[in-house]
């Protein structure tokens, strides 16, 4: 069974930058993937970008160069590294990962979620 647990989360001014946190175990599997989504009040989970073990990386269109996904050496968690952020990306924050390919930032590709944090951007 694979945990995952968020935080980092909080309340920042627009243009301003945090750093998501997600600890997991996921490198338990040969091969797996791992990913960030987001869901805003009224709206759909949406994926924001997603890592594989073999450090390849995907994004969504509407990051545009803003955000980065990465971990660290012991691949033991999981960042997202966000910066310029708009009011837009106000969201819940969800980490989630699955042993399967393909990469996806497809939602019910993904078996493991985490409990989410919570980003706020006011203006």
């Known amino acids: 069974q694979v945990q995952l647990v968020e935080s980092g989360g909080g309340s920042v001014q627009a243009g301003g930058s945090l750093r998501l946190s997600c600890s997991h175990s996921?490198?338990?599997?040969?091969?797996?993937?791992l990913a960030w989504f987001r869901q805003a009040p009224g709206k759909e989970r949406e994926g924001v970008a997603a890592?594989?073990?073999?450090?390849?990386?995907r994004y969504a269109n509407f990051v545009t160069g803003r955000f980065h996904i990465f971990q660290d050496y012991a691949k033991t968690t999981l960042y997202l590294q966000m910066n310029s952020l708009k009011p837009e990306d106000t969201a819940m924050y969800y980490c989630?990962?699955?042993?399967?390919?393909?990469?996806?930032?497809?939602?019910?590709?993904?078996?493991?979620w985490g409990q989410g944090t919570q980003v706020t951007v006011s203006s």
């Open positions: 890592l594989g073990s073999d450090g390849a990386t």
């Open positions: 996921t490198y338990t599997y040969t091969r797996y993937f």
């Open positions: 989630a990962a699955d042993p399967r390919p393909p990469m996806s930032l497809a939602p019910v590709q993904y078996l493991y």
